[in-house]
């Protein structure tokens, strides 16, 4: 078998760890993938050691330009490991310890060849001893800050080796950079598995039992009362006083509590009202509400000068009656004949006077 150069060795293992986190760690395909890039590394890991490329007697000067993108090796080793798929929560633990292992040898090397510089290092030895929630938020505004500079430096340096001809002293300043990037997250990486270890070693192990059979109501009672027990025995959360302290002195929460209420439709309401006013703001236009109240018959129609002056409908048919030579008029005419003829008839059939039957006059 041919033993492939360095270079295509850790590419090949990038290749397979991208195509990887685009997918679900459930995944077969994915696992796949993350099992034959950590070959890879391993194969490299093993190479890098047997060469010797890094030692803590050099200084950063010393390392060949070519062999400081392998600085990262033990960056990439971490994040893979961390996509391995684990059922038990001892697999978990041993996975944890192996990324967070890497990323120590990472943090490591970059410290023994002087990387990091020195403000850098002062601010996450701020962070890691900060116990102060708003301390904690500045200095990871800071670090925020820290690591967009460094993509804008990193960015630049990319540009300026495709403009012009590589030369060692950019490909060297963009490794060295490229080396930084990781580092700036690197204290929050370490401070989360070191909360998840304490979480699964604080969890109870896993306890085993024997079915029992069923018809017998006594045995049957004694499972009921040991599945209570092993339910009570794997709640996570200790036992606390629900009015007691939320935090301690180091910021540690010592109780579940919510800030916001819980319920789905509740969040969803908060979250609109983020950004929103703080007063009501209507709903619909002037005239839409005109036009409601209008439906609902609060506004009386007609009346005024207008409708004094308005033609009555006995008037209005006796005008469009006079319209000689049109449709209408013809039309309306009838309509005013056989309005006359009723009128007629029923003057003949009640004379004037012909009701008032109780006050004759």
Known sequence: MTTLPLPALFARSLCAASKAFN????????????????????????????????????????????????????????????????????ERMGSLMQSHNHLEKFLLQLDNYDIIPEDEVALYDQERKAANPASRRELKIKQYQKEKDLRARIETIRKRRNQSVLNTANSTDFDIIS?????????????????????????????????????????????????????????????SKVNGPILDSAGKPLRPFTILPSGIADRARFQAQVFGPGHNLPTMSVDEYLEIERQRGKFISGGGPASENAPTSSEQLALDAEMDGNADGEEKAEVKRLKDERWAIFTDENPRGAGNTMNRG
């Open 179 to 239: 080396s930084l990037l990781p580092s700036a997250d690197l204290t929050t990486q370490l401070s989360n598995m070191d909360q998840e270890l304490q979480l699964l070693r604080s969890a109870p192990p896993m306890m085993s039992y024997s079915p029992r059979p069923e018809d017998d109501t006594r045995r049957g009672k004694r499972k009921e009362t040991t599945n209570t027990n092993e339910d009570n025995l794997w709640k996570i959360d200790a036992p």
């Open 23 to 90: 997918l679900s760690t459930i995944d077969p395909q994915t696992q796949e993938l993350i099992q034959s890039s950590l070959t890879d590394l391993r194969t490299l890991q093993s190479r890098i050691s047997g060469l010797s490329l890094f030692s803590s007697n050099e200084t950063l000067e010393d390392v060949s330009t070519r062999d400081l993108i392998y600085l990262l090796v033990p960056y990439v080793f971490a994040q893979v490991q961390d996509r391995v798929r684990t059922v038990e929560r001892d």
